[in-house]
């Protein structure tokens, strides 16, 4: 036996006769091995390896006979203790199966009673939606068979039907789920088929192992069901079913199809770490509260189409092997995306978002479809962090709207999913949604750029600098001391500090910074920098805004026309005066109102901050032109051809012209004096050339070439011309940059003019 013993673990007995010396030592180690190997093999079983494989008791009808007849009192409530059993409810165990759901039925119905099926092998089909309670549900017949409290969860059914009733006729699209019953609570009389199964207790499934079909249509569990662990081998059918307590399907595992299509949830619904090998199928369902998915696998199509979610949608660190459709889907909470990975196409065609989406770190490897999905102002697609390679994957949303949906706190760490985002829609040709996403990235950077500006460094800063910031003396001190000892390479590294709580850092942390020192010479840089985005972003939404754009000229050509008109028109009082007529005094400020509200009417749709962008405009374009006409007037005029118009125009030509290289003054040379001729002020529609003159000077296009004259030609009129000249060189740089931008081609046709 002894060498038999041996030789089944590999090792020969040791020989007596073997030499001494060299083979002592690894004689010994062998024997002690022996040793240490022997003491194991003779152990008790571990605990954990006993859980694995539980031993379970075949039931038999005198074992549940005696079971029901002496119920476990469990928090309260009697429950009929079926733990760790072999229940066989196969075809040819005929006779047992009809006994158990008769004996079942009739107790569980006579009484609350629950039904503990914990660590329990179910062999055969579990038509579970037999041992409950079979009632009508049609609201005449229900008092005599419930309880107050029964009744009063039905009554929360019919509260969801009227709600779900009230939503159909409003004209949303989602269907009327569990259209039986809530045909049935609603009216007062009988309809066929509209019985109900009713759990009166709880159900109790924790690591229960079904290896047939597990069925529970049309049923309701008016207390909580435990499923944790289970393991349904062939599908499961809950359509139908109301869950009026929490329920947890925790770290079950679903192997083959799964359908809870049309269900109530109107607690919790816990799902964690659930496996989903095939097919689920949630369609038409009601999660009342919140519904807990997070870390779920579905291995094949999930279904969660028309489905409305009351209360938070938690799907982070889900794997979807395959498509996801979440279709005409209702979230009036928040739905959590967070680091789900989606490697085959999602979809949210027509679904309504009350509240954001966060899709921070998920991970989308296919096709996300948001067409035609409804965003409330209070909704937005939270894409911090996102994983998406667009020319592997798509997002999808209606042209012009999805690009306004995405919302990035941060420009650092951001800049990659924006520039995929953008790339993504430039693609599809959405041309407008890449600009929005443009204009995103540089109201960030903007952002950035005033953080440097005014933010403290906390690696220069004095420790004065520092308790005025808002740190006590103690701290302030603690972190000159750390710096001199190593330079802070983040703000996070402040609350390696004894002294600095998570509570002062929070607080503080938008107002550091950690960097080198800024010299005078870069400070100035970064303010140039910034002045300059500013301006970009007000006044053309960085290029991504054309009708911005058309409203910020038409202001300025309105208001700089009427500027010419006053001093051409109106020039003194007295000995002689020189004014307008009042036809012509009338006629311009009409067409300066209109001109002036419709371009007012283009910067407030288009703006994100309209008064801003008002604001910046009027700085550029009042103070240097009001005070060369303060002083105009100031000084007076008292020169030759008082009477004759400081502008004149090309007699030789009266069309449209684009006039790219022209200058608002003619040249001293006696052939432009002679064809170039002065304006006629007798004419009603002499008022029109200032504002083509104000076209000209800022667009460089205008219906006539008119100039400023050569000779007696104050010198401010002549200033304030030119200024707007210099205006217009900018300005039409800006409508060539943003039309380049905003139409799909014109940069290419701009290349080859």
């Known amino acids: 036996m002894h060498n038999l013993f041996f030789k089944r673990i590999g090792i020969h007995r040791l020989n007596a006769n073997a030499p001494k010396g060299g083979s002592l030592r690894s004689s010994a180690v062998s024997f002690a091995f022996l040793c240490v190997l022997s003491i194991l093999l003779f152990l008790p079983q571990p605990a954990w390896a006993a859980q694995t494989q539980p031993e379970r008791t075949p039931l038999t009808l005198k074992l549940l006979q005696e079971r029901l007849r002496t119920p ?54 579990f038509v579970g939606s037999d041992l409950g309670l079979r009632t009508p549900l049609y609201s005449q017949a229900i008092a005599p068979i419930f309880t107050a409290t029964e009744q009063e969860e039905l009554e929360r059914l019919r509260f969801v039907c009227l709600q779900s009733l009230t939503m159909s006729t409003m004209g949303y699209a989602y269907p009327l789920p569990n259209s039986k019953d809530c045909r049935s609570l609603l009216g007062t009389q009988p309809i066929p088929s509209s019985e109900i199964a009713v759990f009166r207790d709880a159900l109790t499934l924790v690591q229960t192992r079904f290896n047939g079909e597990v069925k529970f249509p049309n049923t309701f569990f008016l207390q909580s069901v435990d499923a944790q662990g289970a393991t349904f081998l062939q599908p499961t059918n809950w359509t139908e079913t109301r869950f009026g307590r929490s329920v947890s399907f925790t770290s079950a595992n679903f192997r083959q199809q799964s359908n809870f299509q049309g269900s109530i949830f109107f607690e919790k619904a816990n799902f964690k770490q659930t496996k989903f090998q095939e097919f689920a199928d949630f369609q038409g369902s009601i999660f009342e509260k919140t519904a807990n998915f997070n870390q779920v696998t579905f291995k094949q199509l999930a279904k969660f189409n028309s489905v409305q979610w009351q209360g938070n949608a938690d799907f982070s660190d889900v794997r979807f092997g395959n498509q996801v459709q979440f279709t005409k889907a209702n979230f009036n909470q928040f739905l959590l995306l967070t680091e789900a990975t989606f490697e085959q196409a999602v979809s949210f065609r027509e679904a309504q978002f009350n509240q954001s989406v966060n899709l921070q770190g998920a991970n989308i490897l296919n096709q996300a479809d948001f067409s035609d999905a409804i965003f409330t102002p209070e909704a937005c697609l939270s894409v911090r962090g996102l994983t998406f390679n667009s020319n592997q994957a798509k997002i999808l949303g209606n042209p012009g709207e999805i690009g306004k949906m995405f919302c990035i706190p941060t420009l650092q760490g951001n800049q990659n999913v924006l520039r995929n985002l953008g790339q993504n829609f430039r693609q599809q040709q959405q041309v407008s949604d890449a600009n929005e996403l443009e204009y995103t990235k540089q109201r960030l950077r903007l952002i950035e750029f005033g953080h440097r500006l005014t933010a403290t460094n906390i690696n220069s800063a004095t420790v004065a600098n520092l308790i005025n910031l808002g740190f006590s003396a103690t701290q302030a001190e603690a972190i000159a001391q750390r710096r001199l000892i190593k330079p802070f390479r983040n703000s996070s590294e402040l609350l390696s500090l004894a002294d600095i709580d998570l509570e002062k850092y929070t607080q503080l942390s938008d107002r550091l910074i950690v960097g080198e020192a800024l010299s005078i010479g870069e400070w100035l840089l970064q303010a140039w920098s910034w002045l300059a985005l500013s301006v970009l972003l007000l006044l053309s939404g960085y290029g991504t805004n054309f009708w911005l754009v058309f409203g910020v000229g038409g202001l300025a050509i309105a208001y700089f026309g009427l500027l010419f008109w006053l001093v051409d028109r109106y020039r003194r009082l007295h000995p002689l005066p020189i004014i307008p007529t009042s036809y012509e005094t009338i006629s311009i400020l009409v067409s300066f109102s209109v001109l002036e509200f419709f371009s007012l009417l283009a910067i407030f749709r288009n703006a994100e901050q309209p008064w801003l962008t008002l604001g910046c405009l009027l700085i550029i374009i009042v103070p240097v032109p009001m005070a060369l006409l303060i002083r105009l007037y100031q000084q007076g005029r008292y020169h030759d051809l008082m009477d004759v118009s400081y502008f004149t125009e090309d007699g030789t030509f009266r069309q449209l012209r684009l006039l790219i290289g022209r200058l608002p003054v003619i040249p001293r040379n006696q052939t432009f004096r002679e064809r170039y001729m002065p304006l006629q002020s007798d004419r009603h529609w002499n008022w029109l050339n200032y504002y083509d003159f104000s076209l000209n000077n800022l667009l460089k296009l205008g219906f006539n070439d008119i100039r400023l004259r050569d000779e007696h030609l104050p010198g401010i009129i002549s200033a304030l011309a030119w200024y707007q000249w210099c205006l217009g060189v900018i300005y039409i740089i800006l409508v060539l940059w943003t039309l380049s931008r905003t139409i799909p081609g014109l940069n290419l046709l701009i290349y080859l003019k």
């Open 72 to 125: 476990t009192l469990r928090e309260g409530n009697l429950t009929v203790d079926l733990q760790k059993m072999v229940i066989d409810l196969r075809p040819e165990n005929a006779s047992f199966r009809d006994a158990f759901y008769q004996l079942l039925r009739k107790e569980l119905g006579a009484k609350p009673l629950g039904l503990d099926l914990s660590y329990a092998l179910i062999l055969g089909d």
